[in-house]
């Protein structure tokens, strides 16, 4: 059975760093995407990052874009998100998040998830 873990929140002030982990237990075989996705209170999930582990291309959202790194360690069997320069407005519960299809990632409609791992920034 496929379970996604994270770690690595916490609270830190603005213009601080952190860097979250997503540890992946019980696959057999690649997903075809893995990605990091958030929610704050009151507002809908977004999606933060995706990677694309055939050739590691990434995508990011514009409000991260410059700020995050999404990254891989096939070793590891772990991904991360490297989060710099944390504004208030990034403070949110934040999932990982992989699928094999390769639909389902074009459309950020993944199958399997973690239990989300808090972000807080203060300002």
């Known amino acids: 059975q496929v379970q996604l873990v994270e770690s690595g929140g916490g609270s830190v002030q603005a213009g601080g760093s952190l860097r979250l982990s997503c540890a992946v237990f019980g696959y057999t075989y690649e997903f075809y995407c893995m990605g990091w996705f958030r929610q704050a209170p009151g507002k809908e999930r977004e999606g933060v990052a995706i990677?694309?582990?055939?050739?590691?291309?990434?995508d990011y959202a514009a409000s991260v874009k410059g700020r995050f790194t999404i990254s891989q360690d096939n070793a590891k069997n772990t991904l991360y998100l490297q989060m710099n320069s944390l504004e208030p407005e990034d403070s949110a519960m934040y999932y990982c998040a992989a699928d094999y299809s390769r639909r389902r990632c074009s459309q950020n409609d993944m199958g399997y998830w973690g239990k989300g791992t808090l972000v807080t920034i203060s300002s």
């Open positions: 990677l694309y582990t055939g050739g590691s291309s990434t």
